[in-house]
């Protein structure tokens, strides 16, 4: 299947952006380094295609102010927080790997999600399995399992606030839906450590047979 053909000036303020940030990286401010970015550019944008990334055609400023709000202070007391373990706990603190299945598929928002979690001192996305939207989180002092399911819930809160500031209708119909039953989606711990069985034989089911 062949790439679309996109005109170049659709592309064109992407093509200048690229030469700005290649003078940037080389901390040259001249029209020489400004060209070369712009071929460099022009040679990413049309040769190395990537799919478009699909809006959803909605923006709440309010909850994006309290997205970003929450992100800061995340911010912050994680910084203090990861500075006290390597002083007190040093190479001793117990780290671990946890899978977060996100509710949205949306590329978009994945992203998001997983670069809001990543830049929080303690943390790192290690691996995003896109045909799950699972993002496998690496955290810093996690000792058992509920301090493992705090930090899935709070990756749950994050990619909540992402969703009700831009994210589809469907995706906000899920969150509120959540809010209003008091539970977030997915299996809890208990039910993902409780064994799958079989159902048993039922009269109806041997007739069926």
């Known amino acids: 299947m062949r790439r679309p053909k996109t005109p170049l000036l659709v592309e064109l303020p992407l093509i200048l952006f690229l030469g700005l940030f290649w003078m940037a990286l080389w901390q040259s401010f001249d029209v020489g380094t400004f060209l070369i970015g712009v071929v460099y550019g022009t040679i990413i ?5 990537l799919p478009p990334l699909r809006g959803t055609g909605r ?29 007190v706990k040093g190479p001793r603190i117990r780290n671990s790997v946890i899978a977060i299945q996100l509710r949205s598929h949306d590329d978009f928002l994945i992203t998001l999600t997983g670069h809001a979690l990543a830049l929080v001192p ?16 690496h955290a810093l002092n ?5 301090a493992a399911e705090k930090i899935r819930q709070d990756a749950l809160r994050t990619e909540a606030l992402l969703i009700r500031t831009l994210g589809s209708r469907s995706d ?24 799958v069985t079989a159902p048993k034989d039922t009269p109806d089911t041997q007739e069926a047979r």
């Open 59 to 87: 923006v709440n400023p309010f909850w994006g102010l309290l997205f970003l709000l929450r992100f800061m202070t995340k911010m912050v007391l994680a910084s203090f927080q990861v500075s006290w373990l390597a002083v």
């Open 45 to 49: 944008v049309r040769v190395f295609y």
């Open 122 to 137: 303690g943390s790192l996305v290690l691996d995003v399995d896109r045909t799950t939207a699972t993002l496998y989180l």
């Open 172 to 195: 906000l119909a899920v969150v509120r839906a959540e809010a209003r039953l008091g539970r977030v989606a997915g299996l809890s711990k208990a039910q993902r450590d409780t064994p």
């Open 142 to 146: 996690v000792t058992d399992d509920h």
